[in-house]
């Protein structure tokens, strides 16, 4: 077997191996998130480079449709990366920690759902954003890595915490539960 499908199925045997973890990781986002889009509420999301690009890729999902060819009313999604005027700006004036804290000081309102995406679970503007979320009661969902740093599952209300130790994988299995999340939602909400 050549290097490539070593790296393959050892992703593969992580997601056999972790199934049931998963499968919890599912419910229990997706019955939080099904909450309060149906109360009227938004879902903010934030990350760091690829965890910022994947914030975008599932405030997309959630804004649009996870499948075309079921099409659905929008549900209120918005990733705090895509703001670049602001972000440049109060990471000029006032440094790059504060940037996601702001965003959701100023548009988070109380039973929005902050998602927050960090694979080492350490970043500091990650952090402050989820303790400004809390402190607006917020519900705050980390998609995080198995690192011995992991402050944000501290502070999150539920977390799904990638069992790997490897970027790669964790992203790639954030993409996977985030989807799994996202049909979950549409699930709930199209049967209400």
């Known amino acids: 077997m050549n290097n490539i499908q070593t790296r393959l199925k050892d992703r593969s045997n992580n997601i056999l191996e972790n199934i049931e973890y998963f499968e919890k990781v599912v419910t229990l986002f997706s019955e939080k998130i099904s909450y309060s889009l149906t109360a009227g509420n938004k879902i903010l999301f934030c990350g760091n480079g690829g965890s910022a690009a994947e914030s975008q890729h599932m405030a997309a999902e959630y804004c649009a449709t ?3 060819h079921n099409p659905r009313k929008g549900f ?3 990733a705090l990366s895509v703001d670049t005027s602001l972000i440049t700006a109060w990471s000029n004036d006032f440094g790059f920690e504060g940037i996601f804290e702001r965003q959701v000081e100023t548009l988070g309102e109380e039973n929005d759902v902050l998602i927050c995406y960090s694979t080492s679970g350490s970043s500091k503007n990650i952090i402050k954003a989820a303790i400004e979320a809390k402190r607006k009661k917020m519900h705050v969902l980390a998609f995080t890595g198995n690192s011995k740093e ?3 599952s501290d502070i ?4 799904f915490i990638a069992p790997s130790s ?9 993409t996977i539960i985030g989807h799994e999340v996202c049909l979950a939602v549409e699930q709930s909400i199209s049967r209400d």
Do not use: F, R
């Open 76 to 78: 209120k999604a918005i």
């Open 166 to 174: 490897k970027t790669a994988m964790i992203q790639e299995m954030h």
């Open 150 to 152: 992991n402050k944000l």
């Open 66 to 68: 996870l499948n075309h």
């Open 156 to 159: 999150a209300d539920l977390s």
